[in-house]
């Protein structure tokens, strides 16, 4: 008798348990792509275009499905600045309200890049374009400021092939340190938004990635600003077998990951290949989410590759539920979002009030980008002027973040209106290009 009893209430148990644990899994299991990532603090997004929008099939998908949304041209350079120094940011906004009215983050994409640049600036060389690029960055990320989640502030700077080195193109002309530049004018406009650099070809280790991954510690170790990489992850039939491990050495480096235009050809894995880019997410903690490059089929660049989530007629893929149930699965880690802290370190304090400055020089054969950094001491600055002689046959042919004054010789720095004000210990950089050789004697900073 009383054995049978205690059988009795063990299988009670058993079954209440039972119970319990299929009414979690059911509670856990969200049925759309945004609520499934929110589960572990992630977001799922979509590339969108402005000239969809009044498709009602195509706003159903995406207002149901996504807590994230990428303009897919609207905030390239060619989009937002037509002619130089006017902006046009009628589509870009349309975007932007899209993704504010569905509680979504808003992705910027792209500041610079070497495609769909405006024919103005194509025809741009040197320091002219250099200047042009950096108002470009100031103007597009201060019009947003505050709205961004992340920008891309550079797409696609590094070469394929072996090499793991830069692409060339007319930005890396103006001077290796165009990136940094990008990404402390961006910080400076903006600085709240994470600040990513965004490639592909970057899915695996490879040099590509290798090189990019360099860029960041470097950057890092520099104290240049940036928050995230961004893979691109343009997939055909098969996937890199170190795709996770890619993505958990960048987080290793200091930053966050995100998977920012996914799209897959149909192949006969397209399923597949989803599940192993979304379990690679969801097993880095510090990738914060994935981003569709389009919602349907017929909305993809890749025409004929059907290599989205949803068909043609807006119907899901066996993709969808591929990826919905790993989003489902969770992972065994959560994404830090850690607030946004400028990664940019002070140098060592001079004693006393007042300024200091020096000068670091990216120079080649008959020219050279300097990039000064003006420092207060002990006590705020409240304006600042830095004087340094230049080198004979050297000669500036623009600046930013500061103006000069004189071009040759003995010439002088005046700050601009937004980085006159340092803090005790703090600094500012700007930055000049010119012909001949660049200045090596230490310069001298005035404050007030
Ligand atoms: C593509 C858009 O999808 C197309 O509509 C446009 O014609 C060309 O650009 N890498 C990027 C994206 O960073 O901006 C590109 O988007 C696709 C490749």
Known sequence: MKRRSIITVLVAAGAVLAAGVLFSATADAATTLGASAAQSGRYFGAAIAAGRLSDGTYTGILNREFNAVTPENEMKWDATEPSQGSFSYGNGDRILNQGISMGAKVRGHALLWHAQQPGWAQSLAGSAL????????????????????????????????????????????????????????????????????????????????????????????RGVPIDCVGFQSHLGTTIPGDYQANLQRFADAGVDVQITELDVAQGNNQAGIYATVTKACMAVSRCTGITVWGIRDSDSWRTGENP????????????????????????????????????????????????????????????????????????????????????SGSAITGAWSATNSGTS???????????????????????????GAGPTATPTCSAG
Request: hydrophobic fraction near 35%; proline fraction near 3%; charged fraction near 15%.
């Open 409 to 435: 010789g003995t010439v002088s720095f005046r700050n601009v209106s937004y980085n006159g004000s340092i803090a005790a210990g703090g600094y500012t950089e700007f930055g000049f290009q010119g012909t």
């Open 308 to 391: 989205l989530l949803f068909d043609n007629s807006g119907n899901k893929k066996a993709a969808y539920t591929s990826v919905l149930n790993a989003l489902n699965a969770g992972g065994s880690t959560t994404p830090t979002t850690p607030a946004t802290t400028p990664t940019t370190t002070p140098t060592t304090p001079s004693t006393g009030g007042g300024c200091s400055a020096s000068t670091s020089l990216n120079s080649w054969n008959g020219g050279y980008v300097a990039t000064v950094r003006v420092a207060a001491g002990s006590a705020a600055v409240n304006g600042w002027t830095v004087t340094m002689a230049l080198p």
């Open 130 to 221: 250099r200047n042009a690029a950096i108002n470009h960055v100031t103007q597009v990320a201060t019009h947003y400021k505050g709205k961004i989640y992340a920008w891309d502030v550079v797409n696609e700077a590094f070469a394929d092939g072996g090499g793991g080195g830069r692409r060339d193109s007319n930005l890396q002309r103006t001077g290796n340190d165009w990136i940094e530049a990008a990404f402390k004018a961006a910080r400076a406009a903006d600085p709240a938004a994470k600040l990513c650099y965004n490639d592909y070809n970057t899915d695996g280790v490879n040099a590509k990635s290798t090189g990019v991954l360099n860029m960041v510690k470097d950057f890092k170790a």
